[in-house]
């Protein structure tokens, strides 16, 4: 074997070129660390977010072709990339060259917020372009489907992509032959709008046009090298690892038989994560480069070979062309496996992942298995021995030893055959996304009938997600033979399939029942299918299926996005250079789109830099029996363990203990911190801490646990108003209920991040770090080193997304790793991994509603009494005024005359839960929207019908006696009803529902009022900073952190219009609590507001100093004005201050004035669901606010969609799973779903009402960063209302068990019918279940 030991490879235009390569090494350390490209962002590791995407181009000397693909760089060994050229996000464009067209337009249309996910986008945009520079919207939609945003929701970014699609701004949906174009929202032609409102937030012609020729050109030295220089195997040799590059088939064989345990890499995408998470090591990897018999693409007499090495996503587009050339009859199988193609992964995935390493590596949940199991595959495989076929089936599928490749064996290439006359093959799935999201369970069906005899011949049927291997339901399959297909043999099927395909009631995934369910839905949907086809291909022997049955065959396939906005416009007297109102682009947008944008792991490695990493607590509730440090201590590199004993007394702040003692509380407890010269060693060294442990009792988990146990943070708190026990004596009607909800992540796309600085000097240290709250990190730092708060300085220069997760727990871990920079002398980095960081950081509060309400049969609600429990974890942190904060919004938008509510937060032996964006409101607001849901049922109203009688009207007083003015909120509701056409679409809703059986829709409207406040004046207080240069620029410092809501982007709007400077003259360096000292927590939506007032405080003094200066020269410029203060001794420097709005809140008396004002708003969401499947889509969204006097509207929209996006992703979706011995199971995007792409409504109108005037706040403007996402809740309601029309149909009068999310899950075991009957049921308590609902 001839070899070499060199890798080359281009980035970004320039030669790479390495000859010790770590074959361990990712691309994404790699650019980030070494190359110093730090655009390419890390947060997941996984493959299942996106933001490291990259684009790679290679050459096939033998095609003549480049082919462009997206990658995850995070998966990406580097060694894989001999040959290639990477482009990241700064070879894309730059802003000291030139920004390139997606990169302006993602920020001009506002695609970006935190901009921690933008560069990702860009690249996945921009490798689409350089295949398809004119885009179709599926195209454009599929391309970003790999990559997660979790601030904008979506439609800014698609808005940004449709400017370069062929028929932008259009739904491309033609339905009824129209295009949306030409019909208003509702199907009518939309009124003239007059001026004072605008519909765009961006204008299109001001975008740099694409222009393809200007795009890097793929490096002619690697054309030149594919095309003459005989490729040679190459090694690379690591400390642990060898890997090998074998270029032909015969030496790859060679390899094989000389390492035949070493696997063989393609894409990396099984065996990176199973590296990287579960600790495998591979002393050697083969790795093929561009071997032509894996490539091969053959049509033969039986059917289509693929190569092996072919990608995913080269598979899919072989496949569709093939469908388009061959009879239908012929492409059944390749049909079926486009089909799940599609879903699989993302681009990024599907570009990377091989086909031969898909099927080799045999997941339980693999897609494409039971597909071309039940087609009857065939594998050619290769050794030095020779070559071989063996069917890809059952055996080979659970890995029989004889059915199996031997170890040295090759997969070279499959055999996909033709499908036949009378042979039909179904492909199903279901998840808990509807994209890029692994499936819970799906399933391969084929039926051959050998002639138009209907009497089945062959069949196969197989399952992934339902047992540790894709399962075959053999038996059940032998055992209908020559049966006839009718509804008798699809009954039998169902109970033999049952029987085989058993699954226990612990099985690993948990969701039991679901799958049992689903597994004898996707018979019944294929027996459909068939019946159909049959049908059609032989109308008068086969039976005709009953109408209403049809629903169920198809797919909830979304409709294009299409969006409307409607805004108010400035005054149009308003000065045009005065930026107040208008939609300014985010400050940082083009920074955050070529990846220029500065976040704390960004930061170059300071010299003689250690990496910190925590050791956690496995278990829940222990007593630490023994800690062994000496091997861990002992390896290379390791510089030190921290541990509580070398805290001593300031291993605590405010109760909230730093590192662990004697005894454990959850799982994630931080026990000691392993500090070493590398992220690398400091790992290595964290695995070989040893602990023993002592299990201890109580184990308190759930809320009804803790109930149980009396276990309670704090004492309980109170709300109380008119007299409950007598109203209760006169109501027509009592309804008790409960609604459990469960908690959510705060998923910010950049984890938990800090680097610590020891000055050297005078024990002085800086900390840079990803927080909302510096000053609680400066603080909790002097603290644990017992340090004045003077020598310690934070700084905070962006955030990539905080939602709340940023304050408590990121400055424990300053706290700790300060100490360890303090103690050595030298800077400390500490980036926590996603996995780490959802385990460690706790989240969410889960809550536990339980309620009495009293009611006429009008639906006035008379009385309530409702009881609050959260799952506080097992610390205090926020939980206490979480609770109080639950309580003040519980009412939302009604008046309840006579309420008693108390609110109890539970200590359990979890993570400790935390602030999480709306702030307890989002849990009780949908706890009180429940209530009123289930007064309407009984009633015989409809739901908006209790809401609207049961709103607060005109002048009124909360529950705690502030007043309010309810105008607005019914303004709000009215308009929303207004323009979503609700009575329309409630009709044409109830008739679909009527005409489909497996299919309903469900429409809600919800009312929101938001009270904004933070419960006192003295942490409302607020303080800038601004100063005027000589040259006549403006530097703003303010106490807000800029964390992606833009709150930079206002205040320089603010400086412009107070100091009449435009924006451009003035800047903003960030947040330090040097410049500013004693800032509040950034949080609770006011940021803006206080910050802002005080920016303008501060201006307005400069301008007062100046006006003489000014006025004396009014036609002259700043810098004349500057020099001319200077010179006069002026100071050009002013500090701003704000003491916080009024507030009070007497907790005994149960009355105060906590809020300033009330934000209000109204959400109108329709979904369709699969009752089948269980399976949603979101229709249509409508949101109408008051934002008073928008400062920004492109701002305060992003705000508001965004926040409602995470809303429906709480509400719908997203599942913290934990084990029943406390341990988080879900822990990285591949097992815990936000929404993506696919899941934002299809259609989304936002509109605001005419402006308002708020004379105490800033510009008369309102904080809209949380309430969003409590309107998230018109989508689950919406989902209800379609559950219970399917639950009327089918008769069912038991009530239904209402729990948030609303996942697949629920609405399928909800929508109960014969087959959720036919399924077995465990015995509860016969079982320990996998996993637990906290
Ligand atoms: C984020 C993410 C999302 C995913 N989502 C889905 C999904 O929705 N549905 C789904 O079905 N799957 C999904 N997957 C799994 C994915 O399909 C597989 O990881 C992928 O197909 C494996 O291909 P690979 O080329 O990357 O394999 P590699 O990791 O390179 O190799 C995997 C195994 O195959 C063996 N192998 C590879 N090629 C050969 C060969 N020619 N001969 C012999 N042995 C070989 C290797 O020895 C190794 O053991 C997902 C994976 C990720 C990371
Ligand atoms: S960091 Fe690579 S996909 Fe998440
Ligand atoms: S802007 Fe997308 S994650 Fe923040």
Redesign the pocket.
Known sequence: MDRASELLFFVNGRKVIEKNVDPETMLLPYLRKKLRLTGTKYGCG???CGACTVMISQYNSRTKKIRHYPA?AC?TPICSLHGTAVTTVEGVGSSKTRIHPIQERIAKCHGTQCGFCTPGMVMSMYTLLRNHPEPTLDQLTDALGGNLCRCTGYRPIIEAGKTFCKTSGCCQSKENGVCCLDQGVNGLPELEEDNKTSSVLFSEVEFLPLDPTQELIFPPELKIMAEKQPPKTRVFSGDRMMWISPVTLKELLEAKFKYPQA???????????EMKFKGVLHPVIIS?DRIEE?NVRKHACNGLTLG??L??AQVEDILAEVVQELPEEKTQTYRALLK?LR????QQ?RN??????????R?L????NPLLAVANCTLNLRSKEGERQIPLNEQFLSKCPGAD?KSQ????SVNIPYSRKWEFVSAFRQ?QRRQ????IV?SGMRVFFGEGDGIIKELSILY?GVGSTTICAKNSCQKLIGRPWNEEMLDTACRLVLDEVSLPGWAPGGKVEFKRTLIISFLFRFYLEVSQILKRMDPAHCPSLADNYESALEDLHSRHHWQTLNYPNVNPRQLPQDPIGRPMMHLSGIKHATGEAVYCDDMPAVDQELFLMFVTSSRAHAKIVSMDLSEALSLPGVVDIVTAEQLKDTNSFAEEPLLATDEVFCVGQLVCAVVADSEIQARRAAERVKIVYQDLKPLILTIEDAIQHKSFLEQERKLECGNVDEAFKVVDQILEGEIHMGGQEHFYMETQSMLVVPKGEDQELDIYVSTQGPRYIQDIVASTLKLPANKVMCHVRRVGGAFGGKIVKTGILAAITAFTASKHGRAVRCILERGEDMLITGGRHPYLGKFKVGFMNDGRILALEMEHYSNGGSTLDESLILIEMGLLKMDNAYKFPNLRCLGRACRTNLPSNTSLRGFGFPQTGLITEFCITEVASKCGLSPEQVRTINMYKGLDQTPYKQEINATRLIQCWRECLAKSSFSLRRATVDKFNIENYWKKKGLAIVPLKFPIGVGSVSMGQAAALVHIYLDGSALVTHGGIEMGQGVHTKMIQVASRELKMPMSNVHLRGTSTETVPNTNISGGSVVADLNGLAVKDACQALMKRLEPIINKNPGGTWKDWAQAAFDESISLSAVGYFRGYESNMDWEKGEGHPFEYYVYGAACSEVEIDCLTGDHKNIRTDIVMDVGNSINPALDIGQIEGAFVQGMGLYTMEELKYSPQGVLYTRG??QYKIPAICDIPAELHISFLPPSENSNTLYSSKGLGESGVFLGCSVFFAIHDAVIAARQERGLRRPWQLSSPLTPEKIRMACEDKFTKMIPRDEPGSYVPWNVPV
């Open positions: 996984g493959g299942g995850n998966l696997p063989v890499v393609m894409g990396n995408t099984s065996v990176g994560p093929p894996l092996a090495g990608s995913l799940h879903t699989l992964a993302g995935i990377m992942a091989s086909l031969g390493g898909h099927i080799v590596s997941h949940d693999s897609d494409l490749l064996e090759i997969l070279v998840a890029n999201a692994l499936a799906n992934g995007p591949n």
